[in-house]
């Protein structure tokens, strides 16, 4: 991935760099042996975001079930992730869920929510994480998490520019977190994505759905690189 990649640039999913071609996603996942792949959080596990011309329409996760479905049909897939969750609701509502379905592979979401508004909770969001990935790696299930994106730098962002502490703060407990329990992590906090002028929604919040192109795209090579494909 290259920062020189030009910002202002319009692109398609058919041609944008960040994005990989089915093919080649389908290519890197071949043989995957994940059958259960299942997503648990907040709007962002949702795929919640603002739609993009010459972009389908489609959220980060399901585009990797896709992905996953185009090598493996019998692939079951569920996405419990709802808008405004936080890490308790997430451990409250969607983990007992989660663990019935019985992921072998599951992408876990939250914090942002916890800490968006001043005074939030950063132990309590470590402990609903470390509980919720005790519990899923405990059922056997290969752990996935990803960073968010530096986008507070662009000057559309300025009204959202407080939040840039603590969602490096969130980052770093994500990083410990995957690093702990092995989980297979994606990195956004750097990417070049994250200067795009078009990449924010109009919430200031979440990405476009040219943005979860990309996201899904980095999701791909990260479990790629876990089965040592890339």
Same mark, same amino acid.
């Not at 490096?168 to 994500?174: G, P, R, S, V």
């Given at each position: 991935m290259s920062s020189s990649t030009p910002l202002s640039a319009h692109y398609t999913e058919a041609d944008d760099?960040?994005?990989? *071609?089915?093919?080649?996603?389908?290519e890197l996942l071949r043989g995957a042996p994940w059958r259960r792949f299942a997503v648990l959080g907040d709007s962002i596990?949702?795929?919640?975001?603002?739609?993009?011309p010459g972009y389908a329409t489609t959220g980060w996760a399901d585009r990797v079930a896709a992905t996953l479905r185009a090598v493996n049909p019998e692939?079951?897939?569920?996405?419990t992730g709802r808008v405004g969750a936080t890490s308790t609701q997430v451990r409250q509502? +969607?983990?007992?869920e989660i663990l019935e379905f019985g992921p072998d592979l599951v992408h876990v979401n939250c914090g942002g929510n916890d800490l968006f508004e001043a005074g939030g909770d950063p132990n309590r969001l470590r402990d609903n994480l470390s509980a919720m990935l005790t519990a899923l790696a405990e059922a056997g299930a290969q752990l996935s998490m990803f960073t968010v994106a530096d986008v507070w730098a662009v000057e559309r962002m300025?009204?959202?520019?407080?939040?840039?502490?603590r969602m *490096? +703060?969130?980052?770093?407990?994500?990083r410990a977190l995957a690093t702990e329990?092995?989980?297979?992590?994606?990195?956004f906090w750097e990417h070049p994505v994250r200067l795009r002028p078009s990449v924010m929604s109009a919430d200031l919040i979440h990405f476009t759905?040219?943005?979860? *192109?990309?996201?899904?795209t980095e999701v791909t090579r990260a479990l790629a690189e876990r089965l040592g494909r890339v």
């Open positions: 760099p960040l994005v990989l *071609a089915p093919e080649r996603a389908v596990a949702a795929g919640t975001g603002d739609p993009s692939l079951a897939y569920r996405n509502h +969607q983990l007992p300025e009204p959202m520019r407080a939040m840039r502490a *490096a +703060q969130m980052n770093e407990l994500i329990y092995d989980a297979v992590l994606t990195e759905t040219s943005g979860h *192109a990309v996201v899904a």
